[in-house]
């Protein structure tokens, strides 16, 4: 997405790692190797050098080590905050990082703030140094993404990214399997997540970044038209207020489109749309005429207040003197049960239709999501269809989709079994309706 990122895609290709470390904006460090990537304790020196103390643990730690795992930290400079560079070691320090020590050699995790006036105390690494480790799944995906394997890749920096939500590096390396992958959109996400990430290690807060984010993001985005050729006006919401659930996704199209073709059978029906988000494909129903519509997430409350918002910016398309349509919205976390009182009213009714757009996603919600599922197929009796708009985010059919196996393996765990109506485009996407049905 950068020319940073791109830089560093060519220097893994030739087998060279180059990566830069550390959240003042003021502090250049680098090092280049022709091995892996250098565990935590030479990044913790490198940043704390200028601290004497730290130095001098450095240089120790070099001694004790043959030459060829040695490094040379090729350039470091940190300025005060008026500018000017730090007195005492001539605004400029040079010294040698370890880099790959052999297993019987210590490892020095120190860094000269953290460390107490004890000198022999070592503290364990945090899990943001551990995510630099070199069997981390960062590290997999960057080696997976050197030599073009951009889905095996992805799901490794998902991986990453659940340990450090913040890893500027992270975020930006999944965008680019995503972008090799023709999602672009999601690529998108990723590249907003990189400035948010940037605005706030340069300004110190997020609030620039925010306001930046909601000016490309918070606009109007609309469905396919209805029947009649009226158009919903689907609200979005900024991804550091609402996440993902803040975009308008492709599935929802497929699901929305699918919805029209059904429109006889939507008709007067009673509809839970799990995951809304926006709540784009349960407000398409409640304009096709569905009776009772009810819109779920378990997401942030901003998520909630955006569905409710384009509730009241659409119900114009609904309220009429002949209608008797009711939308509702609701916080719904998957595999909630249904004796706990914000879920009874929800799993305790009895619905037609169950919808579900891009709730695939995350495979570590399948098994909550199809507990909820198997809930309300259980108590609506057989009289529901459970629908849910699956992406796939592979490079082409005849990749394997680890989301959907992962999915249809949970489902059999639950007493589900899942079942592919149809398969379409929207777009470069591929989207397949999945039907959810007890076994």
């Known amino acids: 997405l950068t020319s940073d990122d791109e830089h560093e895609r060519q220097a ?81 320090g040079f010294a040698r990082a370890p880099l790959s020590p052999p297993a019987s050699a210590p490892l020095p995790l120190r860094s000269a703030r953290a ?11 945090t899990e943001r140094e551990r995510s630099f480790l070199n069997a981390s799944p960062h590290n997999t995906g960057m080696s997976l993404l050197a030599t073009g394997q951009y889905e095996d890749a992805g799901l490794a920096f998902e991986k990453a990214l659940a ?56 606009s109007s985005t609309s469905l396919p038209p209805l029947p009649d050729g009226r158009v919903l006006t689907i609200n979005t919401g900024s991804l550091a207020d609402c996440d993902t659930g803040g975009r308008l996704w492709s599935s929802a199209h497929v699901l929305c489109r699918f919805q029209e073709r059904m429109v006889e059978q939507v008709r007067g029906s009673a509809v839970l749309e799990l995951g809304c988000g926006t709540g784009g494909v349960g407000l398409f129903a409640a304009a096709l005429g569905a ?25 114009g398309l609904w309220i009429s003197d002949e209608s008797t349509t009711a939308v509702e919205v609701w916080p719904l976390a998957w595999g909630a049960s249904a004796a706990e009182p914000l879920a009874s009213a929800i799993l305790n009714g009895r619905f037609d239709w169950l919808l579900g757009s891009d709730v695939t996603y ?29 992406e796939h985010r592979v490079a082409n059919a005849a990749t394997h989709d680890e989301r959907l196996a992962h999915l249809i393996k949970q489902a059999a765990a639950a007493g589900l079994r899942v079942a592919t109506l149809s398969t379409e485009h929207e777009g470069k996407r591929r989207v397949s309706l999945l039907e959810v049905q007890l076994l």
């Open 12 to 92: 893994l290709g030739r087998g060279k790692h180059t990566r830069s470390v550390g959240t003042d904006p003021a502090c250049a460090i680098r090092l280049q190797a022709q091995n892996p990537a250098p565990p935590a304790c030479a990044l913790l020196l490198a940043m704390d050098m200028h601290h004497a103390s730290a130095a001098a643990q450095s240089e120790q730690c070099c001694t004790r080590w043959p030459p060829t795992h040695k490094q040379i930290l090729t350039s470091c400079e940190k300025y005060d905050n008026s500018g000017t560079s730090r007195k005492g070691d001539g605004g400029r």
């Open 115 to 125: 460390v107490s006036s004890d000198a022999g105390m070592i503290r364990p690494p």
């Open 163 to 218: 340990i450090d939500p913040d890893a500027v590096e992270t975020w930006s390396a999944l965008g680019v399997c995503m972008a090799e992958l023709g999602q672009t959109e999601a690529a998108l996400v990723c590249q907003r997540q990189v400035q948010r990430l940037r605005g706030i290690l340069l300004n110190g807060s997020d609030e620039r970044a925010q306001e930046e984010e909601a000016e490309a993001l918070a």
């Open 291 to 315: 009776r009772n519509v009810v819109l779920t997430d378990g997401g942030p409350e901003a998520v909630l207040r955006l569905a409710q918002a384009n509730v009241d910016a659409n119900q």
């Open 362 to 390: 995350s495979m570590g919600a399948h098994g909550p999501l199809c507990a909820t599922i198997k809930g309300v197929l259980t108590t609506s009796e057989g009289g529901c269809r459970a629908i849910l708009a699956h």
